[in-house]
């Protein structure tokens, strides 16, 4: 056989093995990124609670291998990364098990329910000596990305106001609305995204307060929870971000950044800009996310994953692990996120702005706000 031959294979690198935790619709959106878009990475194995969904998940997606026990995927389906998409309140269990295994972790936001789940989870993953990776897809998203390069350009000048809002009619799963799973509402579900974004744009600028106002408006049977909510953030550079979020919202998803400078202004949106227009008197299969039906006039979204960013940012992870290199969203940023989520939960119970730096001796965010205002 050739010597080029023998070198060339040699040089090259068999894939990253992933192992996916969850087996619910961000699971569905990873798999596929990483089918699609990823070469250099194979799931290996997904885990969920329930048997036959695990089993069902990994024949859809021809992933040699199912768990229904969390300690057993970790341990032996020799995977390289853990990739939780769990809900909410069994992030921290995961991470401090896949750190203590030696595995990279890339983790769906929220990074955690509480700060202290988070400082511990950040902790195990410096001393295991493994990366921790925050999913925030919308660094990653191509449209915004194209708002962030024009701005570093000086295409308005200096940033003043930074606006995102992420709205639809409610989640996909039932945990969603039950606090002890999800931690909170749609702040917590969503907010985190606009706040994540606000750091990425400002090159983690810091907060110095949080003013917010939520309610619950349309999901009063199903959640304690907020369901719509306005957070106002200033940064200590002076620019003013304003997050809003919805649950209550109808038509489909609606995903959107503003961005003002004092020589411009650039909007962008990931879904009404990245669909065809479309009337069907029969309806049809599927026109985007959250969309409750395809009678009439629609919105038909394309690549929906591609455009919100998703197989960009799994691809800069594995990538991270493949090369060693620094993750450009971390744990320390999913956690600086909670933290504005934390304190925007107690301005809403108080009635005022809450500075930065903000330590609570509370067990959830949202205890703040359900404590305050029962009556919400």
């Known amino acids: 056989m050739p010597l080029f031959y023998l070198l060339t294979q040699s040089l090259i690198m068999p894939p990253i093995k992933i ?70 309140f069994l992030h921290a269990e995961a991470t401090l098990k896949a750190a203590a295994a030696g595995k990279h972790i890339i983790i769906e936001k929220p990074l955690a329910v509480t700060l202290e789940e988070a400082d511990a989870m950040i902790s195990a993953c410096n001393k295991a000596g493994v990366k921790l990776m925050y999913a925030e897809e919308l660094c990653f998203a191509p449209k915004y990305e194209r708002v962030r390069q024009m701005v570093n350009e000086g295409a308005i000048g200096d940033i003043y106001m930074l606006k995102q809002s992420e709205k639809h009619s409610g989640p996909h799963s039932d945990w969603f609305y039950d606090i002890n799973l999800s931690g909170g509402g749609v702040l917590m579900d969503m907010g985190c995204h606009g706040i994540a974004w606000f750091r990425w744009m400002l090159k983690n600028a810091k907060a110095k307060t949080v003013y917010a106002t939520m309610s619950t408006v349309y999901h009063k049977q199903r959640t304690k929870a907020e369901d719509n909510s306005v957070v106002i953030i200033e940064f200590e550079n002076g620019v003013t971000g304003v997050v809003e979020n919805s649950w209550a919202k109808h038509g489909g998803m609606d995903d959107r950044s503003e961005v003002y400078g004092t020589g411009g202004v650039v909007y962008a949106d990931l879904f009404m800009g990245n669909a065809a227009i479309a009337y069907s008197k029969n309806g049809y299969g599927y026109a985007m996310e959250k969309a409750d039906t395809t009678v009439g006039w629609t919105f038909t979204i394309f690549e929906e994953a591609f455009n919100q960013g998703y197989p960009q940012e799994l691809k800069h992870f594995i990538d991270c692990v493949e090369n060693d290199k620094e993750p450009l969203v971390s744990g320390e940023d999913g956690r600086a996120v909670l933290e504005i989520i934390y304190a925007a939960y107690a301005s809403a119970a108080q009635g005022k702005k809450i500075a930065l730096p903000f330590s609570p001796n509370v067990k959830k965010p949202i205890d703040l706000w359900l404590e305050a205002a029962p009556a919400q």
């Open 19 to 88: 192992a996916i935790l969850g087996a619910g619709f961000i699971s569905e959106i990873h798999c596929e990124s990483y089918h699609r878009f990823v070469p250099n990475a194979e799931v290996v194995a997904v885990y969920t609670r329930n048997a036959e969904k695990a089993q069902s998940f990994a024949q859809k997606h021809n992933i040699a291998q199912w768990f229904d026990d969390l300690d057993a995927i970790i341990k032996l389906s020799g995977a390289d990364v853990i990739d939780i998409c769990l809900p909410n």
